[in-house]
């Protein structure tokens, strides 16, 4: 249920590597609401993989906190866009980071006890590296709706915060 570190690094060059949108000069408001909220979820599985995978109560209560942040947050998407009456709009980058996210997915699936827990909390150290820096270099930019605008910069002090904590978990780890 998780991007580790060479496909997160794929999927995000694939996600910017036109300026930030899949085929255009830059993401729509609802190209980057479905592109934040798909990103959102991927890290809700990945993190529900790791509370049923992992024995490691450290790794379970950063998993715990990645559903209960990233859950919280795309409810507050969710409420955005029916506010504004907008409809996220399915996109290529959408599609393509859910499709590797199964892959990833089934691949860690393979994976146990303290192979599991490396894996997954360096792909949390990664995966929130290379997506908060997309969404500060490339979605906050591109967003043209100040409310949008406003909940991916909260968005993202909450996931530099994630990535923080999965460093120093993984510094726990060695």
Known sequence: ????????????????????????????????AHIAYTAGVIDIEAAKQAIATSKNPTIVEFAESMV??????????LDLVKKLNVTPEDNDTSKTLSKEAEAKRQELGKLTGAEFDKAYIDHEIAYHKQVNSAVETQLIPAAQNAE??????????????????????????K
């Open 1 to 32: 249920m998780t991007i580790r570190l060479k496909t997160a690094a794929t999927v995000i060059a694939l996600l910017f590597a036109t300026g930030g949108a899949p085929a255009a000069d830059k993401p729509t408001d609802p190209q980057i």
């Open 68 to 77: 209960r942040d990233h859950e919280a947050v795309n409810k507050q998407a």
């Open 148 to 173: 949008l605008k406003s909940l991916l910069e909260t968005g993202l002090k909450l996931f530099q915060g994630h990535q923080q904590h999965a460093e120093r978990v993984a510094a726990e780890l």
